[in-house]
């Protein structure tokens, strides 16, 4: 729970805010990182009080919210904070996440939730650089970082595999791939863990969170995290239509230019997708091995089914080795690998 220090400060704070009586905090289910949140209840209020110790992540975080709420996207807006503390008090989205309307709704799935998203997501897009002085853009620098994870955390760590000359070569190869694919597209401002888990149901719109990673990048990026959800499966039909749909929405925005079609656009969302579930595979190994989060075990199946289904699409795509390199040596050590865990 919260430190008495903690407690101090939330209370000046919500005073500060004329907002008056004796809170009472519970905790409340966080993210992958190291961030901790807690609901403060005063009476029909309710607020979301976060204690992190990346004051630069802070910083970043405020300036997005900030940056939505101009161009009309909802998400959590920073009412105070103490950066030297880690602390920041902001309004409270609620409990609804689209991971929870998918599974309640399993034999219809929701996917107007997701195109009413895209809308924006476009708007996100298009966000003007001024308001974004602090964050940076998907470099090469950190295209190396996220392929990295891939190799060292999954196969390296994870799988124990001793890589050959050829395979290193080949990661080699689909990395540069992966990159090329990044740098063809236009660089738009993105979300960067644009998931299920990072949309909230309000009672009147859709909200964003966990959006203090965001950077300019490929204009895919977003979509392709949606589509490929870590922690959720779309049917083809559904995938495809979301695609359409963006391509469209770009278009008529003109952040694509005439001459690319749909086809070459599905090929720019599979080179991404297929990018990111790499980087996903290997964060989800990290935080089981290094942070000691055993669940997202459970999460590897699909990220490995949506890699599988990208592989086997259009095996031509990827440089040439990667579609066996996956399928006779990766992709079987890794279910060997979940099955042992399993039966621990």
């Known amino acids: 729970m919260l430190t008495q220090d903690a407690l101090n400060w939330l209370e000046q704070s919500l005073a500060y805010l004329s907002v008056k009586g004796e809170p009472s905090v519970e905790s409340v289910e966080g993210d992958a990182s190291s961030r901790a949140y807690f609901r403060v209840h005063l009476g029909s209020r309710s607020f979301i009080f976060c204690v ?23 998400a959590p807006l920073v009412f105070a904070f103490e950066d030297e503390k880690g602390y920041m008090l902001m309004s409270d989205m609620g409990n609804t996440l689209l991971s929870d309307v998918y599974k309640m709704n399993t034999h219809r799935q929701p996917v107007a939730i997701i195109h009413r998203a895209l809308t924006d997501l476009l708007r996100l897009a298009q966000i003007p650089d001024p308001l974004l002085p602090l964050t940076g853009s998907y470099n090469n620098q950190l295209l190396s970082r996220d392929f990295g994870l891939f190799e060292e955390w999954l196969l390296k760590t994870f799988l124990e595999l001793d890589l050959s000359d050829v395979q290193s070569k080949l990661l080699i190869e689909l990395s540069t791939f992966l990159s090329k694919g990044f740098e063809e597209q236009p660089q738009v401002w993105v979300h960067r863990d644009f998931h299920c888990r990072n949309l909230m149901l309000t009672d009147d719109d859709v909200a964003m969170i966990d959006f203090q990673d965001m950077v300019k990048g490929p204009v895919c990026y977003d979509l392709a995290s949606i589509v490929f959800d870590a922690y959720w499966q779309l049917t083809h039909d559904q995938q495809m239509s979301l695609i359409k749909d963006y391509y469209q929405q770009l278009q008529q925005a003109e952040i694509l230019s005439v001459d690319i079609d749909i086809d070459a656009f599905q090929r720019w969302v599979s080179i991404t997708a297929m990018q990111r579930l790499l980087k996903i595979l290997g964060i989800f190994c990290r935080l089981t091995i290094r942070d000691g989060k055993a669940q997202y075990l459970s999460d590897l199946p699909l990220v490995m089914k949506h890699v599988d289904d990208l592989v086997n699409h259009d095996s031509a795509l990827w440089p040439e080795g990667f579609s066996v390199f996956w399928s006779h040596t990766i992709k079987p050590a890794l279910e060997k690998k979940l099955l042992d865990e399993r039966c621990k």
């Open 52 to 74: 992190s110790s990346g004051i630069e992540s802070n910083e970043r975080f405020r300036q997005v919210s900030a940056a939505l709420e101009q161009v009309g996207v909802m």
